[in-house]
């Protein structure tokens, strides 16, 4: 037997019971929950059932509708609700085919902006349409493009996000040693060793001079013997520079000679960072000398770096 | 084919309904027919060859057909 599940309409008829009884088993109808009162007769069936029960019974009048699939008919009896039904399906069904959001998850920071620019060559603009591009693409686009900089990538679709994972490819690089002694390029105090190879030839705090051997490349043992030695690393120092700039005096008349004097400043600490890399400092900064002379205003600064000596 | 439970009776391949009140129920099959009679007897399923019966039973008797005898 079938059984009618939980939506049910109730219909009612006024006829005698036995007939209706017998035309419901004539038409193979199924019917539930039927009472007969003061000759009317009340039953429920599937509300799938309406047409049909209107068929046999075109007197019968719906009391109600019952259960979710009866709230849907209902709901679908009017046109306005069902157009609107359409429109809402098709605004959703055109907003899930959109990618209103990029999100990137990796360990580079350079490799991310990398990958983002790249994405957005490829669709002009966010929001984009999946069918412009999509996951497999995406994934394909990158892989292909930086496949000397990734290790693994994966983009993964989200709602409307594309999530794209990666991992940088490391590169380990073997240091090459060398076996040339590290020789000073400028004067300088010796301050600081970051060697890791090679024999020391002077101490900290000693003055050195352009072309003195700071570490060398050769070991004499006990015996008298000369060893070679491998050499890498840095020797760090103080080393004293005399930075001058000027200015005519016709250019700044009206200009007051503190704005003069930072103007000069500046300049000067722009020539001075030319001379410092990585890991380098100005350790000290003295004004020697701010005159006005020969129509010009000159300034000279007296600079500390603390600088790799070793460095050309 | 039929199944009595306490407050119910279910029977399959029935042919015909003779008689539906509340406290008596004639249900006509090949065998002959039931008489179900208790109180507040109402048909909870009904369709071509089954029908559900509930209520408080106090019987059900059949009645064969001559032919069946």
């Known amino acids: 037997m079938k059984r009618i599940g939980k939506s049910m309409d109730i219909w009612q008829i006024k006829m005698p019971l036995l007939s209706f009884y017998r035309k419901v088993q004539a038409q193979n109808l199924e019917i539930r929950d039927v009472q007969f009162e003061e000759g009317w007769i009340t039953f429920g069936t599937s509300p799938f059932n309406k047409r049909e029960i209107l068929r046999i019974f075109p007197k019968a009048e719906l009391l109600q ?42 360990d580079k920071d350079l490799l991310k902006r990398k990958i983002e620019e790249t994405l957005i060559e490829n669709v002009h603009q966010i929001p984009f349409s999946k069918h412009e591009l999509s996951i497999e693409e995406a994934e394909k686009i990158l892989k292909e493009k930086y496949q000397d900089e990734l290790s693994w990538l994966e983009v993964v679709e989200v709602g409307s996000k594309y999530q794209v994972y990666f991992v940088a ?85 009206n200009i007051h000679d503190a704005l003069v004097y930072l103007r000069l400043l500046f300049d000067c600490r722009n020539q001075i960072s030319k001379e410092i890399s990585d890991g380098e400092r100005i350790e000290s900064e003295k004004v020697l000398q701010f005159i006005h002379e020969e129509g010009k205003i000159k300034i000279k600064i007296h600079y500390t770096l603390y600088e790799d000596l070793t460095r050309p | ?41 109402r048909v909870k399923l009904f369709c071509k060859d089954e029908i559900l019966i509930l209520g408080k039973i106090d019987s059900v008797r059949l009645i064969r057909n001559e032919a069946n005898r």
Not at chain 2, 9 to 35: A, C
């Open chain 1, 65 to 106: 509708r019952k259960g979710i699939i009866g709230h849907i008919f209902i709901q679908l009896t009017d046109v306005k609700k069902i157009i609107l039904l359409i429109f809402a399906s098709g605004v959703w069904f055109f907003l899930s085919q959109c990618v209103f959001e990029v999100e990137y998850y990796g």
């Open chain 1, 169 to 253: 490819k490391e590169v380990v690089e073997t240091p090459q040693l060398k076996s040339d002694p590290l020789i000073a390029t400028k004067d300088g105090m010796v301050v600081y060793f970051d060697v890791e190879n090679g024999q020391k030839m002077v101490n900290v705090n000693q003055i050195v001079y352009k072309g003195d051997v700071l570490v060398n490349n050769i070991l004499v043992d006990s015996s008298g013997n000369e060893k070679p030695l491998y050499v890498k690393g840095k020797v760090y120092g103080y080393t004293w520079y005399t930075i001058e700039s000027m200015i005519n005096e016709s250019e700044c008349k």
């Open chain 2, 1 to 41: 084919m039929i199944t009595i439970d306490s407050n119910q009776v279910l029977i399959e391949r029935f042919d015909r309904l003779e008689e539906v009140q509340t406290s008596k129920i004639i249900v006509h099959d090949q065998t002959g027919k039931f008489i179900i009679e208790g109180s507040s007897l």
